[in-house]
């Protein structure tokens, strides 16, 4: 008979020396036994596998070095991605157990310290340690210090911090910024760029793992050289910074109206681990999303390039699924995307890369009657974000905003807006139409075609925040040294870092720094509030939520020449230099004490109004630069606060252009009245016909009924396209 022995680690069957014929019988049943026992043990069975580790808890905001107000400190939270996990951390140096303190919401950190923590979780074994050392610093700023940091047009500065300075009794001065945080605008939601195939490609596969973690840092973190990201926009499909032309449903251009075949599968190589890794780094990253095409078979064209959206029933109900599909597959990859748009550039059909014409009365009937009942159907909470294109085309987004049933439709949040053409102003103008819904600025590429990028970042970024508009993107946040990979399209665009085909090695764009004076100073969930614009100097201003509750204020010398000017907050200010061509961010804390006045003898600023009806700022080739208010027709007005002429004035100028040449109607008066657009009369200036929209004249005029403190409307009177107006004082 056969002898079974079980050895460790093997198993031997051993015969005896002779078997005769009666033993072969069994030999079928001893190698199936052997069978059972390798498959199956010797006796009993092998021990399950251990469970794998519960992920590690992180922390918001991220370890690092922090300067929080006042009876305003550090408030810490932890968070685990394994589902229903219990944290349990300590503040001692000791190691953390399940008998050290549960966490149950925000950790107050008031002085340097490092925070323990591990995860236990059911269907897990506990967590590795996670530590994160908080230190704690002296404020940024007070009522009393101001931080500031500094870009210069020669790039010898970048983003780079000064000496602090101290406010002291405002003393005034006539080249004076005023900043009043009694004055609210609109809330910011952030700051940032778009993660293109491209992008995504070059980050995640191209340069190295530890180039990628500090980029990342720099990118998302406000940490040491951090500019703090807070928003990105994720193209749905190919766009032209793209290595092929793909969606997420192509089928060989066969129809699949039921999205059988729909997958994610591109982007989870690269574009979901690297939105999975920022939204680590920074937890209150908003995130939009954009087809640039839909697949090929839903289109006129049958391709991803050129064509519309097919008019039948079953293709615009299947174009609505791929939304929900796409934000229901994002969302089970831990990424919730908080707004869409229809189309990117509806009005621009190219030829070399993926696009879709879409008219604004498609894009209402296809909202109205497919994608706003399929959100709501699949009960996901995401955004739309109508239009998307340039700021020369405002009658699009209001045909379809004439739609009372789209107008007042909680799913639309606001209107996206690309800085290509046209003027950020007519975002003021929509928001005095529409005062419920957001202005979103989702694209404006630098690139090789801008003189002068910092200039330009500066002056645009402003101008746009000056104009209600909640968030600011540039493009493409990577690409490589020849401004790819792209399937088309731009091919001299500049993305906010530069990966090295070939090395892998990281730069650090111009975009990343101007970008970087508001991103890391400006915090989602603060005001933009009150400033004026002085002569040379324009500004935004902001008050950053609680806890931080910093304030910030950037100001670019958009002049030849360097300009000193005085920034007055309250009762408070302080005096600062800047070069020509140079920007600045200041920071500080505290609380206003008191308001502001306006010299009347002094320039007044035509884009320093706290409110307009009518009117639109652009940039100015005037003396000194800055923004001249536009686009003006009978009674479109400005309003100036708190204007001071003390005991009377008796003569205004004013500087005006004209173009009889192209449609203006010159001769037209701009007249200013007391406290109300039909108040006191105070005086008028004839606009002349200088011969363009930017040939300056000073036109003068007499002035009398005016003493003490009052707000200023300006008034244009007359037709239609009276002029530009771009500063005033009296005398």
Same mark, same amino acid.
């Given at each position: 008979?056969?002898?079974?022995?079980?050895?460790?680690?093997? @198993?031997?069957?051993?015969?005896?020396?002779?078997?005769?014929?009666?033993?072969?019988?069994?030999?079928?049943?001893?190698?199936?036994?052997?069978?059972?026992?390798?498959?199956?043990?010797?006796?009993?069975?092998?021990?399950?596998?251990?469970?794998?580790?519960?992920?590690?808890? /992180?922390?918001?905001?991220?370890?690092?070095?922090?300067?929080?107000?006042?009876?305003?400190?550090?408030?810490?939270?932890?968070?685990?991605?394994?589902?229903?996990?219990? @944290?349990?951390?300590?503040?001692?140096?000791?190691?953390?157990?399940?008998?050290?303190?549960?966490?149950?919401?925000?950790?107050?950190?008031?002085?340097?310290?490092?925070?323990?923590?591990?995860?236990?979780?059911?269907?897990?074994?506990?967590? #590795?340690?996670?530590?994160?050392?908080?230190?704690?610093?002296?404020?940024?700023?007070?009522?009393?210090?101001?931080?500031?940091?500094?870009?210069?047009?020669?790039? *010898?500065?970048?983003?780079?911090?000064?000496?602090?300075?101290?406010?002291? /009794?405002?003393?005034?001065?006539? $080249?004076?910024?005023?900043?009043?945080?009694?004055?609210?605008?609109?809330?910011?939601?952030?700051?940032?760029?778009?993660?293109?195939?491209?992008?995504?490609?070059?980050?995640?596969?191209?340069?190295?793992?530890? =180039?990628?973690?500090?980029?990342?840092?720099?990118?998302?973190? %406000?940490?040491?050289?951090?500019?703090?990201?807070?928003?990105?926009?994720?193209?749905?499909?190919?766009?032209?910074?793209?290595?092929?032309?793909?969606?997420?449903?192509?089928?060989?251009?066969?129809?699949?109206?039921?999205?059988?075949?729909?997958?994610?599968?591109?982007?989870?190589?690269?574009?979901?681990?690297?939105?999975?890794? =920022?939204?680590?780094?920074?937890?209150?990253?908003?995130?939009?999303?954009?087809?640039?095409?839909?697949?090929?078979?839903?289109?006129?064209?049958?391709?991803?390039?050129?064509?519309?959206?097919?008019?039948?029933?079953?293709?615009?109900?299947?174009?609505?699924?791929?939304?929900?599909?796409?934000?229901?597959?994002?969302?089970?990859?831990?990424?919730? @995307?908080?707004?869409?748009?229809?189309?990117?550039?509806?009005?621009?059909?190219?030829?070399?890369?993926?696009?879709?014409?879409?008219?604004?009365?498609?894009?209402?009937? @296809?909202?109205?009657?497919?994608?706003?009942?399929?959100?709501?159907?699949?009960?996901?909470?995401?955004?739309?974000?109508?239009?998307?294109?340039?700021?020369?085309?405002?009658?699009?987004?209001?045909?379809?905003?004439?739609?009372?049933?789209? %107008?007042?439709? #909680?799913?639309?949040?606001?209107?996206?807006?690309?800085?290509?053409?046209?003027?950020?102003?007519?975002?003021?103008?929509? $928001?005095?139409?529409?005062?419920?819904?957001?202005?979103?600025?989702?694209?404006?590429?630098?690139? =090789?075609?801008?003189? $002068?990028?910092?200039?330009?970042?500066?002056?645009?970024? !402003?101008?746009?925040?000056?104009?209600? =508009?909640?968030?600011?993107?540039?493009?493409?946040?990577?690409?490589?040294?020849?401004?790819?990979?792209? !399937?088309?399209?731009?091919?001299?665009?500049?993305?906010?870092? !530069?990966?090295?085909?070939?090395?892998?090695?990281?730069?650090?764009?111009?975009?990343?720094?101007?970008?970087?004076?508001?991103?890391?100073?400006?915090?989602?969930?603060?005001? %933009?509030?009150?400033?004026?614009?002085?002569?040379?100097?324009?500004?935004?201003?902001?008050?950053?939520?609680?806890?931080?509750?910093?304030?910030?204020?950037?100001?670019?010398?958009?002049?030849?020449?360097?300009?000193?000017?005085?920034?007055?907050?309250?009762?408070?200010?302080?005096?600062?230099?800047?070069?020509?061509?140079?920007?600045?961010?200041?920071?500080?804390?505290?609380?206003?004490?008191?308001?502001?006045?306006?010299?009347?003898?002094?320039?007044?600023?035509?884009?320093?109004?706290?409110?307009?009806?009518?009117?639109?700022?652009?940039?100015?080739?005037? *003396?000194?630069?800055?923004?001249?208010?536009?686009?003006?027709?009978?009674?479109?007005?400005?309003?100036?606060?708190?204007?001071?002429?003390?005991?009377?004035i008796s003569g205004v100028s004013a500087r005006v252009a004209c173009d009889p040449g192209n449609g203006g109607n010159c001769g037209g008066a701009l007249e200013f009245h007391l406290d109300s657009a039909a108040g006191?009369?105070?005086?008028?200036?004839?606009?002349?016909?200088?011969?363009?929209?930017?040939?300056?004249?000073?036109?003068?005029?007499?002035?009398?009924?005016?003493?003490?403190v009052h707000d200023v409307y300006a008034v244009f009177k007359g037709a239609t396209s009276l002029g530009n107006f771009n500063w005033f004082k009296f005398n």
């Open positions: 008979m056969y002898n079974v022995v079980c050895l460790e680690p093997e @198993i031997t069957i051993m015969e005896p020396a002779s078997m005769d014929a009666r033993t072969t019988a069994f030999r079928g049943a001893a190698l199936l036994l052997t069978m059972a026992m390798l498959l199956g043990g010797c006796g009993s069975s092998s021990p399950p596998p251990p469970p794998p580790a519960a992920p590690a808890p /992180t922390f918001w905001p991220v370890p690092g070095t922090y300067s929080p107000s006042p009876g305003a400190p550090l408030s810490v939270t932890l968070a685990d991605a394994a589902a229903g996990a219990t @944290i349990y951390y300590t503040m001692d140096g000791t190691s953390p157990t399940t008998s050290s303190a549960p966490f149950s919401g925000p950790i107050t950190v008031a002085s340097t310290t490092t925070i323990q923590a591990i995860a236990v979780s059911a269907g897990y074994s506990q967590s #590795g340690i996670a530590t994160g050392p908080f230190t704690i610093t002296p404020q940024i700023g007070s009522a009393t210090l101001v931080s500031v940091v500094v870009t210069t047009t020669d790039q *010898t500065r970048l983003l780079a911090p000064q000496s602090s300075m101290s406010f002291s /009794t405002a003393g005034g001065g006539n $080249n004076v910024v005023f900043v009043d945080e009694t004055e609210v605008y609109q809330q910011i939601e952030g700051f940032g760029a778009a993660i293109t195939d491209s992008a995504a490609y070059l980050l995640m596969e191209v340069t190295t793992p530890s =180039a990628l973690s500090s980029t990342m840092n720099d990118l998302f973190t %406000r940490q040491g050289n951090g500019i703090g990201i807070s928003f990105l926009r994720n193209p749905m499909g190919a766009s032209d910074l793209a290595r092929s032309a793909y969606s997420y449903d192509d089928n060989g251009g066969q129809p699949d109206l039921n999205l059988t075949i729909f997958s994610i599968a591109h982007d989870r190589a690269d574009i979901v681990p690297l939105i999975q890794h =920022a939204r680590q780094l920074n937890p209150q990253l908003k995130i939009m999303a954009t087809p640039w095409s839909p697949p090929g078979w839903m289109k006129s064209s049958s391709s991803m390039i050129g064509g519309s959206l097919l008019t039948d029933a079953a293709t615009r109900s299947a174009f609505a699924n791929y939304f929900v599909q796409y934000l229901q597959a994002y969302g089970k990859a831990g990424i919730p @995307i908080d707004y869409v748009s229809l189309q990117n550039e509806p009005l621009n059909v190219p030829a070399d890369y993926p696009g879709m014409s879409m008219d604004a009365a498609t894009q209402a009937a @296809i909202l109205k009657d497919y994608v706003l009942p399929a959100l709501a159907t699949s009960g996901v909470s995401t955004k739309v974000l109508i239009y998307d294109h340039n700021w020369d085309q405002p009658g699009y987004p209001q045909a379809i905003l004439a739609d009372p049933a789209l %107008r007042s439709s #909680g799913q639309i949040a606001g209107i996206a807006w690309h800085g290509y053409a046209g003027t950020p102003g007519v975002m003021t103008a929509l $928001n005095n139409l529409y005062p419920n819904l957001g202005n979103y600025e989702t694209e404006l590429s630098g690139g =090789a075609w801008v003189p $002068n990028q910092i200039k330009g970042d500066f002056e645009g970024i !402003t101008q746009v925040m000056r104009n209600w =508009a909640k968030s600011y993107l540039k493009w493409s946040l990577a690409l490589d040294q020849n401004h790819g990979p792209h !399937t088309g399209g731009c091919g001299n665009c500049n993305p906010l870092v !530069t990966v090295n085909s070939a090395s892998g090695a990281i730069t650090y764009n111009v975009d990343y720094y101007t970008l970087g004076h508001f991103s890391k100073f400006v915090l989602p969930g603060a005001h %933009r509030v009150y400033s004026s614009n002085a002569n040379g100097i324009v500004s935004a201003a902001f008050v950053n939520p609680a806890p931080d509750n910093s304030r910030a204020l950037v100001a670019y010398n958009d002049s030849s020449t360097t300009q000193t000017f005085v920034v007055q907050w309250g009762t408070q200010a302080f005096t600062y230099t800047l070069p020509s061509l140079a920007g600045a961010t200041f920071i500080w804390r505290g609380t206003q004490s008191g308001g502001y006045t306006v010299s009347a003898n002094s320039q007044i600023q035509a884009s320093s109004y706290n409110s307009t009806s009518g009117l639109q700022t652009e940039l100015t080739s005037d *003396t000194n630069g800055g923004y001249d208010l536009g686009y003006s027709n009978n009674a479109s007005y400005a309003v100036y606060k708190n204007v001071d002429f003390g005991a009377g006191t009369f105070v005086c008028s200036v004839t606009i002349p016909a200088t011969g363009g929209w930017q040939t300056w004249q000073t036109a003068t005029g007499k002035a009398a009924g005016a003493s003490g």
